[in-house]
């Protein structure tokens, strides 16, 4: 099997890993760097537990080829909150009681940090769009929508 | 309202205090059990599955697979011949002699990547020889059916269960109650039909994963996203003839479960395999494709209801005749059978009641138990045939509902008295936040609009003495440690239980903090995380193990200071007296103890609080007329409505607006009861518009996300409105009973009322989807 030597830049820190051509970049988070938060929910993307953000857009890294990231800039669950504080998601989704489970959380609130990194200002519409490919069993999805909101209307406040 | 962190709640109960178990899941910090790292010395497994529904065995050839390298060995069903199940012990680990559905295990391999393991699964011929499969559960329940477990007759099962020997039927449950045959003749209005009600799938984000190790010297231990991990104990120790204390399962946070990580399920497999290859920990985790057609489903149900009222509407008679599509084997079907005939009237006040509730064994997959137990198959039927008898008389549904719901003192169709309910504040409730006298308009000329509303009960499904324990270790820094053995799944019962041990003891909320994960060596006993039980059976351990905890504290301060500890009390962590009011912090007393007076020795020491509840009143039913004093513990009752658009040109179905509201005795926590109602209708949404397993010739046809589609974000009303409703539980925990699973049992019925309020259409075979209303519409010639 060949193996690959990439330089990928996540959760700001520069790394280097030799990784096969056949893993995914979810293999590679969980297996071969312990950034366990990131979730396999489904392996085929269909699910969205699995949500990271690579170079600013929310994917799938189940359906990422590792060795292809080379030079990228990955964010993880472990690296949303910044020296401590936690983002504005994370603290609204608690606030909003949009946590059971925790499962899909994760990949949850990276496809709102992304949402709200190219749109400051979103619609309920596109709030519920940009998280259709995150399937939640457990909560309803109404206070995650509330929690995204609200994240973006204090976020939007704290610029002005 | 949530109630801010950094803060002192003292008395909690009845608080929205923030919930105990979410900030590691917003970091990413959480554990699950794939999340757990084993090391480089952890194997994989995969299985070979059945691709046929019902076959003997003719051979396994496993030869090639042994050579391929990296595979360390492979296991069959010869290597473990002892019969395993929850109630009707009729399985093995590994398919022996014969296949009965489509994904069963035949062969188990291990190797050391997930990869070469499913390699060598490809390299495995088994050689079968095909019998005719029973694919309906009518049909399997009648003499002509080919038999599935010939052997029936001679499996062990517990004196609730009623298997016929020589059938398929692997549980018949009865009730007789009045004279049917001439309440029928006083009946102004009968109706009378068939519901089917399809397979569906749990689906937890989290697929199930299990690790198991057996050390050399025997002991056992189990990692696995588990809703039962005593139960699992016990099964799996005695089927492997090891003593229990060898059997480890720690079970760290499930990822949803929602009844299919409830019993043992595929923890089986791995725990068989670690038997055989000793030494190292062996992981094995299903595909999301083995997730949807390998596991426990929510068996199908055909339920062929007649009932009957008099010229006022009241309710006279009820026949119910249910077979459940039980699938290969009964983990927990032969229970939901049960729970599904002694509530088989749902939440109605009915004199004359004819059940027959029949498991009946089926080439489909294995029916489970699912957030409900039964009930939501029950009510999308007995609801139903309400709302079409409502019509029929010419009552409004919700008077009917009204009239006929059940109350305090009722005597049930098992003769069982009920206790104090408040389902009609419920029904109340809804219309209310309805506007339910008020018709909209549809909002375009290409919709139909309509209400809907639909009432729920359940009880706990559960053996008699299923019981609960807990422990509450008091800390030197004031705070509390409570050990359960109940499972955090995401309903919150964590924080739940914090808030009951705080309350009970008198210290703020913020300093309990629940043990995790739960492991069988060290946490307290809880039979299992289902049935909506925790609250009140551990909430009742916890609070009885948080007064004993209580009474010693007070008993040393008390005989430390010269007082009588009535005159005692804790409040805000503190002991204080009322008499001398002095007042010391529990931190100072709860681990060192108390000097005596006059430099005279020392007095307490560390306190620990034990504490156990176990029901002691639930008796047997009649096996003919399932008569009995007290069939169960008590019901949780509710009820849900629905507003919705039918849009003609696509038949898609929109729910403009929901409400829900339960009777849940005390809701511990308000919030978190809201929770579980918003969810729980969601999913039950979901089952009404979307969901079913595509089931033909025993073959799952759409084991993926994309063609088993759930409910997403872009799917659910903006407006579902909540209601809180509080008769106490009499033996409750500050009168709390459950609420977990009965958010989801009325959704169906709610959802085919509206439509029939939109369209005068009655579709009795769920889900709803756009095409088969759309067929519907076309057919009734409401569209060309
Ligand atoms: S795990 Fe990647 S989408 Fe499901
Ligand atoms: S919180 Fe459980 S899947 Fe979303």
């Keep these: ?160 | 309202m949530v109630v801010a962190q950094n803060t002192r709640t003292n008395n909690p109960v009845g608080k929205s205090v923030a919930r105990n178990d979410v900030l590691e899941k917003v970091t990413g910090g959480a554990t699950y059990t794939d999340d757990i790292q084993f090391g480089p010395g952890l194997l994989h497994c995969r299985v070979k599955r059945s691709p046929h529904p019902h076959a003997l065995i003719k051979k396994i050839d496993y030869s090639k697979a042994l050579k391929l390298p990296g595979v360390k060995g492979v296991a069959t069903g010869d290597d473990f011949p002892d019969l395993i199940g929850l109630y009707l012990k009729d399985r093995c680990f590994f398919a022996r002699g014969k296949v009965r559905f489509v994904g069963e295990a035949v062969v188990g391999v291990v190797a050391t990547t997930e990869e070469i393991a499913e390699a060598a699964v490809d390299l495995i011929d088994v050689e079968y020889e095909l019998l005719t499969p029973v694919l309906d559960p009518e049909f399997g329940a009648s003499p002509e059916a080919p038999l599935i477990h010939p052997d029936l007759g001679n499996y062990d099962h517990p004196n609730f269960i009623f298997p016929v020997a020589n059938s398929n039927i692997s549980n018949h449950f009865k009730i007789r109650k009045g004279d049917i045959e001439a309440a029928w003749t006083q009946c102004a209005a009968i109706v009378e039909h068939t519901f089917r009600i399809p397979h569906v799938q749990h689906v937890p984000i989290e697929p199930h994963v299990a690790v198991a190790k057996c050390e050399d010297n025997g002991q056992v231990t189990l990692w696995a996203s588990t809703q039962s991990p005593f139960a699992q104990r016990a099964l799996l120790a005695k089927a492997l003839h090891i003593p229990e204390s060898d059997f480890r399962v720690i079970a760290p946070l499930i990822g949803g479960g929602f009844g299919c990580k409830a019993g043992v399920t595929m923890e089986a497999i791995p725990v068989a395999m670690a038997m055989k290859y000793k030494g190292q920990p062996i992981k094995f985790r299903l595909t999301r494709e083995e997730e949807f057609y390998t596991n426990f489903v929510r068996q199908g149900l055909v339920i062929k209801i007649k009932v009957g009222c008099d010229k006022e509407g009241n309710l006279l008679a009820l026949q119910n005749r249910m077979y459940w599509d039980g699938g290969a084997y009964t983990e927990y079907g032969v229970n939901v059978t049960r729970a599904g005939g002694y509530s088989s009237t749902g939440p109605y006040d009915i004199p004359n009641v004819a059940t027959d509730s029949i498991c009946v064994y089926t080439n489909h997959p294995v029916g489970g138990a699912y957030r409900g137990f039964g009930m939501a198959e029950l009510h999308t039927g007995v609801d139903q045939a309400m709302d079409m008898l409502a019509a029929k008389i010419g009552l409004d549904p919700v008077e009917f509902h009204k009239k006929n719901c059940v109350q305090g003192g009722d005597v049930l169709a098992t003769g069982m008295v009920i206790h104090d309910v408040g389902i009609k504040e419920c029904i109340e409730k809804v219309a209310q936040a309805l506007d339910w006298e008020i018709k909209d308009k549809p909002s375009a000329p290409n919709k139909l609009r309509g209400k809907g509303v639909a009432l729920a009960w359940k009880a706990p499904a559960m053996p008699p003495n299923a019981g609960s324990s807990a422990l509450v270790k008091m800390n030197s820094d004031g705070t509390v440690t409570v050990s359960v053995g109940g499972q955090e799944i995401g309903q919150g019962t964590f924080t739940a239980m914090a808030q009951i041990a705080a309350e009970a003891l008198g210290v703020p909320y913020e300093n309990v903090k629940v043990s995790g994960p739960i492991d069988t060596r060290y946490s307290p006993y809880e039979w299992q995380t289902v049935a909506s039980r925790l609250t009140w059976s551990m909430g009742n351990a916890v609070r009885n193990a948080a007064l004993d905890a209580r009474k010693k504290v007070l008993d040393v301060v008390a005989e430390a200071w010269g007082e009588d500890a009535k005159d005692l009390d804790i409040k805000d962590g503190y002991v204080i007296s009322y008499k001398t009011e002095e007042s010391v912090s529990i931190k100072d007393i709860v681990v060192y103890g108390l000097p005596k007076p006059n430099d005279g020795g020392w007095i307490g020491g560390p306190i620990v609080g034990a504490g156990s509840f176990m029901p002691s009143y639930v008796t047997g039913l009649d096996a003919e007329t399932g008569q009995g004093n007290r069939a169960v513990v008590h019901y949780t009752t509710g009820a849900q409505g629905v507003e919705i658009e039918v849009d003609k040109e696509t038949g898609r179905i929109e729910v403009l607006r929901a409400a829900c509201a339960f009777d849940v005795g005390k809701a511990i926590n308000p919030d978190m009861v809201r929770q579980q109602m918003e969810g729980g209708f969601i999913q039950g949404l979901s089952s009404a518009l979307f969901e079913g397993c595509q089931l033909v010739d025993g073959v799952m046809r759409n084991p993926s996300f994309v063609d088993y589609r759930i409910a997403t974000a872009a799917d659910v009303p903006a407006e579902i409105d909540t209601f809180i409703i509080e008769h106490a539980q009499d033996d409750g925990p500050f009168g709390a009973r459950g609420i977990g699973e009965h958010p989801l049992v009325p959704s169906i019925a709610a959802v085919a009322a509206a439509l029939y309020d939109a369209t005068g259409l009655r579709i009795t075979n769920p889900p709803f989807s756009a095409e088969k209303v759309y067929l519907a519409l076309l057919e009734a010639g409401l569209v060309e």
Excluded: W
């Design chain 1, 1 to 160: 099997m060949s193996f690959h030597r990439i330089t990928i830049r996540i959760n700001g820190n520069l790394e280097q890993v030799d990784v096969p051509g056949n893993l995914t970049l979810l293999q590679m988070l969980r297996d071969k760097l312990g950034l366990t938060g990131t979730k396999n929910g489904c392996a085929s993307g269909e699910c969205g537990a699995c949500t990271v953000i690579l170079n600013g857009d929310a994917v799938n890294s189940c359906m990422v080829v590792a060795a292809e990231c080379d030079g990228a800039e990955i964010t993880t669950i472990e690296g949303l909150a910044s020296s401590g504080d936690l983002d504005m998601v994370q603290k609204m989704i608690l606030e909003e009681g949009g946590v059971q489970c925790g499962f899909c959380t994760p990949g949850i609130l990276m496809s709102a940090r992304a949402l709200l990194n190219r749109n400051p200002h979103p619609t309920e519409f596109d709030i519920r769009d940009a998280i259709s490919g995150n399937l939640c069993r457990c909560t309803g999805y109404n206070r995650i929508v509330t929690a995204i909101s609200r994240a973006a209307e204090a976020e939007s406040a704290a610029v002005k």
